[in-house]
């Protein structure tokens, strides 16, 4: 042989390396979207086979690197060594590692099988019934048996069966909560269907995601979902069902720019000098806004919304940075100011948001803000819902998240899609007001 | 026409000798490789951390459609192309393949082709919709700038390339092997090859059809994929899946051959098992069409498409097992020397067991639905595609770098690149899994902290920073011992089979006379027979004959002089002997150079970007544009058909 031949085993170098990155990998923190969480019948199941196919192929796995590496280890080149011995078959040995693969397979397709006709089975009737409809780049959750619009955060009761009726708007999405189960796609022109019961997770908040590739923000189609007590999730769906209640809080002023954590946020401050005389204002200009002014209470009553201080794990607190060209001057809003605006068009926003109990808001291609106030996260889980992100993302969406429908509505602000300055649109105390406004919308 | 010179840029691209052309393939794809591999390594720099800030959505999601786009069609398959060219006629013991000015039109059109699709970076609207290309979101409705127009055309020109190519190298394998050179005695890699040829035949009308339904429904306003006409999305889903399946063959067997050709070599010993070796390749690309449906398990097929497709995807993994197995039982009892070569052979029966293994897992449906859209199927496909085709591909390399070229690599600079791509690759690409399995989904440009995905993610990133920097010795080898490299000889491993009888490189005849061929393995039987004794022979009675390349019966196996005058690989030459004589002195006819296929292959992708224009409203000049490019097309087509191959054989 003309070449030096250093007996190598690269392979059982590999394997020393893979099983160490294993165990970095394993020791590397905690996965708090882990698929391996089983929270639902579904990921049971799942988890069965899960079992299954990791036991053997790690069995397969090791037994195959480990013949390999004894067949290089032993048959190394040697100096001196006679010409191999020079066998092209031996039928036996090929007849046995058909059959044993073959007999792996066997195994592995049974409960395949049965897991593929339970989990595909028809969901019981009296299941709750939650229709997903997928837009470029948001999630949109009605619920027929209660009447509830919401977008981007999915209420489900513990223990109860949820049949999931998945359709799309536009392009393919796949709707998939890896604590809770497998995905299912959203396809055009058809229906899917997928159902689970989130079971043993007590009350907890957990990250979706959009697992098909939909276009510029595919990344940035996020929800969460909530899993509340059977009585929670009935007050929830009676509040969600009601108009918009929030202008009883009209005299509240926020200081927008300057709230940094949700739960600050989602409760506007109260500033000296925001006069009652808004509020009347409010009240005057603005009848659409129906609340009467006899309702005193700034909270509603009940169990409105997955409160911040429940939620356990940081995965769900979106940490997306904002991003630095959306400067924000400092001015308070006031709600009442906001709701005028927001009822009269300014800015549009009733072109594309509902918001029940205004009449002038009637639109369907943006999310339905009646309870948005209510909400954790902004842009389908990519912002925290307060005041500073919410007048950023007023002020210059397309900036935010790419791609989005929602327009540059800022003065002054350069808006990409164009690729030109805005001279028209709202300015900072316009957006300050409306952000007040729309915060207040429990 | 005489005969061109052979060196010079207008030699280059006039010729139609297989090896010549399997160079150009070589370089071609290997320069693609590294854009996509640079467009890779942009990739892992945005998601080395949580939301990421390098490129923009936009620029990502055209990065990783071009990623797999580019690696598919521009550096693997035309890889499979170079060594397809340059062994199989050597193989079979044929002096060129069956259609020398289509395998160089085959050459020009997918080098016009890919240039074509890169392009569209110049424009700013690179292709975005991902390589899967998946309806509606590349319909005019969601995709309305070119980014889409160029990836639609760019696909359409390659499907040209790679079926003409095809048809060439059926014909060639079918027509010309050499006398006794009967189709079980083909050397693996022309049999993997062969398969291959069959899978692109079947495979690339399906994408045709899926991708002139798109082109017409963006340029010419039919419905096959409008969603507000009605359409069905899964009609783009099936047709892709129908060839996408079958082209994931199309990429591994190549790399299968290769190393069938590699571990043997240096171990001394025939492959294990030939003929079920040659069965399961077969076994592997029929059962290739029916398992397409298993990409796509989410969408709701129901029941029972979902268990008769999970059964004959689990089906899959026996004869790949069978075949993993036999190349251990090839190494086993041998006298394995530790090359370069076979340490990326090596590597690819230890890795693609890894990327088999989660293929299984994907096999079960239900288990699917956790796995499919998420980082653990891009960690398994990196392992059967980078592990697999990646690493087979390079163990050709290193192996048939001095057939092509008369020079060796460097052992030396290749140990570096295959310890450094080793470690490189599992550093990328293991940590995929875990990734996956935390729930981390595809094609996503950015994700937010405290997901759990933050250290994976870094790992894969230093992983590929790693891989990059390993492929520039690759680079740095070739470049290197092109010209200054160790001079090979005819048969520096000691080789079975036909082209390694030949000079280094090969005389543009090939051979001065066609052997004729006894078994399996001729020139073992010539230089080695002790390690065919128990292959099957032709016999005259009892008296096993051995046949030297030059046609001769040697019977005893004793080696005899080479054919075309250079000395045999027993003592190493001490230059690349480059003075053999020539065609016409041996009266072999050769076929004329010729540039008409360049020009044919030129005016076809300028016809096809001619398309561009209609999406810019200039439609005049579209259609002058498209028309004009016809006529030279046409014209070209014509001059080439009416004029000889070769001089009339006398």
Redesign the interface.
């Known amino acids: 042989?003309?070449?030096?031949?250093?007996?190598?085993v690269?392979?059982r170098?590999?394997l020393t390396?893979?099983l160490l990155?294993?165990a970095?990998?394993a020791c590397?923190?905690?996965?708090?979207?882990?698929?391996?969480h089983r929270h639902s019948d579904f990921?049971r199941?799942?988890d069965v086979?899960?079992k299954l196919?990791?036991g053997l192929?790690t069995a397969?796995?090791i037994f195959?690197?480990g013949?390999?590496i004894v067949?290089?280890v032993k048959?190394?080149?040697r100096e001196g060594?006679a010409?191999?011995?020079?066998?092209?078959?031996?039928t036996t040995?090929?007849i046995l590692?058909?059959i044993i693969?073959?007999v792996i397979?066997i195994v592995?397709?049974i409960p395949?099988?049965r897991?593929?006709?339970n989990?595909?089975a028809r969901a019981s009737a009296d299941a709750l019934q939650v229709e997903v409809i997928g837009h470029?780049w948001w999630w949109e959750f009605k619920y027929p048996q209660y009447g509830v619009v919401t977008a981007n955060e999915l209420y489900l009761p513990i223990g109860r069966k949820v049949n999931f009726t998945l359709h799309t708007n536009?392009?393919?999405h796949?709707f998939?909560i890896?604590?809770l189960?497998?995905?299912?796609?959203l396809?055009?022109?058809?229906t899917?269907?997928l159902w689970f019961t989130p079971d043993s997770v007590g009350s907890a908040a957990f990250?979706g995601?959009?697992?098909?590739?939909?276009?510029?923000?595919?990344?940035?189609m996020r929800f969460r979902t909530f899993t509340v007590t059977p009585a929670e999730f009935a007050e929830w769906t009676v509040h969600q069902a009601g108009a918009a209640v929030g202008t009883t809080v009209a005299t509240a002023t926020v200081a927008t720019p300057t709230l940094a954590t949700p739960a600050d946020s989602n409760r506007p401050k109260h500033v000296p000098g925001g006069g009652k005389g808004d509020s009347a204002q409010v009240a005057m200009n603005a009848p659409a806004v129906t609340t009467p002014a006899t309702a005193p209470a700034a909270t509603p009553a009940g169990f409105t919304g997955y409160p911040i201080s429940r939620v356990a794990?940081?995965?769900v607190?979106?940490?997306?940075?904002l991003p630095a060209e959306i400067a924000f001057t400092d001015p308070y809003g006031n709600p009442a100011r906001g709701a005028t605006l927001f009822a009269q068009g300014q800015g549009g926003c009733i072109g594309c948001h509902a918001i029940k109990g205004v009449p002038s808001a009637m639109g369907n291609i943006g999310p339905n803000l009646t309870h948005v106030g209510s909400r954790l996260t902004l842009a389908a889980g990519l912002y925290a819902m307060d005041a500073k992100h919410l007048a950023r993302w007023i002020k210059n969406a397309p900036v935010m998240k790419?791609?989005v429908i929602m327009p540059t509505l800022g003065v002054g602000q350069y808006n990409p899609v164009t690729k030109s300055k805005m001279t028209v649109g709202l300015d900072d105390q316009q957006i300050a007001d409306i952000v007040a406004y729309l915060l207040t919308l429990k | 026409m005489a005969y061109g010179s052979n060196t010079g840029l207008w030699s280059w691209l006039t010729t139609v000798d297989h090896k010549r052309i399997g160079t150009l393939y070589l370089f071609t794809a290997l320069t693609f490789f590294m854009m996509g591999g640079f467009e890779a390594e942009l990739i892992r720099a945005q998601l080395q951390h949580p939301n990421g800030r390098l490129l923009g959505a936009e620029v990502y999601n055209q990065m990783f459609t071009m990623h797999g786009t580019t690696m598919v069609f521009l550096a693997i398959m035309p890889l499979s192309a170079a060594f397809f060219n340059f062994l199989i006629p050597l193989q079979i013991g044929a002096r060129d393949v069956a259609f020398p000015r289509l395998n160089a039109f085959s050459y020009w059109v997918y080098l016009f082709g890919g240039i074509f699709m890169n392009l569209s970076w110049f424009v700013g609207q690179a292709p975005n919709g991902g390589w899967f290309g998946y309806a509606p979101l590349t319909t005019m409705a969601y995709s309305p700038l070119l980014n889409i127009d160029f990836w639609v055309l760019g696909l359409q020109i390659l499907g040209v390339s790679s079926l003409a190519a095809a048809f060439n190298f059926i014909t060639t394998i079918i027509n010309m092997r050499a006398p006794g050179m009967n189709l079980m005695r083909m050397p693996m890699f022309t049999w993997m090859s062969f398969v291959v040829q069959f899978l692109l035949v079947l495979a690339f009308p399906v994408i045709t059809i899926a991708l002139v339904f798109l082109q017409f429904d963006r340029f010419f306003g039919t419905n096959f994929y409008t969603i507000a006409a009605g359409a069905d999305p899964l009609l783009w889903q099936h047709l892709f899946w129908i060839f996408g399946h079958p082209e994931v063959y199309i990429l591994i067997l190549p790399a299968f051959g290769l190393v069938s050709e590699v571990l043997p070599t240096f171990s001394r010993k025939p492959l294990f098992g030939y003929p079920v070796m040659v069965y399961s390749g077969m076994l592997i690309a029929f059962l290739g069409f029916g398992v397409w449906a298993h990409h796509m398990f989410a969408v709701g097929m129901g029941p029972i498409a979902d268990t008769m497709f999970s059964l004959a995807t689990m089906l899959i993994a026996i004869p790949t097992g069978v075949k993993i197995f036999n190349w251990i039982f090839t190494m086993w009892g041998g006298n394995i020397n530790f090359t370069v070569s076979m340490k990326f052979a090596i590597a690819l029966v230890g890795l693609f067991t890894i990327g088999g293994i989660s293929g299984v897992m994907h096999a079960s449906p239900t288990a699917d639905l956790q796995q499919t859209d998420s980082y653990f199927i891009v960690a398994h496909f990196h392992y059967v595609l980078f592990g697999g085709s990646m690493m087979g591909i390079f163990a050709g390399i290193y192996y048939y770098f001095p057939k092509f070229s008369g020079r060796m690599l460097s052992e030396k600079i290749g140990n570096w690149h295959f310890w450094l791509s080793f470690v490189g690759m599992n550093l990328t690409f293991f940590p995929m899994h875990f990734s996956g399995l935390a729930g981390m989904p595809r094609r996503i440009y950015q994700y937010d902290a405290n997901q759990g995905w933050d250290t994976y993610n870094a790992m894969s990133s230093y992983g590929a920073y790693l891989l990059g920097f390993a492929t520039l010795f690759l680079v740095y080898n070739m470049l290197k011992s092109w010209h200054g490299g160790a001079v090979a000889g005819n048969d520096p491993w000691g080789a079975p089979s036909l082209e390694w009888s030949i000079p280094s490189p090969p005389p543009d005849y090939n051979f001065a006379e066609i052997p004729r061929v006894s078994s399996r393995y001729p020139l073992w039987d010539v230089k080695s027979p002790e390690l065919t004794t128990d292959v099957p022979h032709t016999r005259e009675g009892e008296k096993r004959i051995d046949v030297d390349a030059a046609g001769q019966h040697v019977g005893g196996g004793k080696a005899i002089g080479n054919p075309a005058g250079a000395s045999s690989g027993a003592s190493r030459p001490t230059h690349v002997e480059r003075n053999h004589k020539t065609a016409e002195e041996l009266g072999i006819p050769m076929p004329y150079p010729t540039i008409k296929p360049l020009f044919v292959a030129l005016f076809m992708v300028t016809m096809f970007s001619g398309m561009l224009l209609i999406h810019k409203d200039k439609l005049g000049l579209a259609l002058a544009v498209i028309i004009t490019s016809a006529m030279l097309m046409t014209g070209f087509l014509y001059a080439w058909l009416l004029s000889p191959l070769e001089p009339e054989h006398h």
């Not at chain 1, 189960?181 to 796609?185: L, T």
């Not at chain 1, 697992?211 to 510029?216: K, N, S, V």
């Open positions: 042989m003309p070449f030096p031949t250093r007996p190598r690269p392979v170098a590999a390396a893979l990155l294993a970095v990998a590397s923190g905690a996965a708090p979207n882990s698929i391996f990921n199941e799942i086979l899960w196919l990791i192929g397969v796995f195959v690197e013949l390999l067949t290089l048959f190394r080149k060594q010409e191999p011995e020079h066998v092209h078959g031996n040995l090929e590692w058909t693969p073959a397979l592995i397709s395949t099988i897991s593929i006709f989990t595909q470029q536009d392009v393919l796949s998939w890896p604590q189960g497998g995905k299912r796609d396809i055009s022109n058809r899917n269907y990250n995601f959009c697992a098909e590739y939909c276009g510029a923000s595919h990344a940035n794990t940081s995965n607190i979106p940490t997306t940075p790419p791609g």
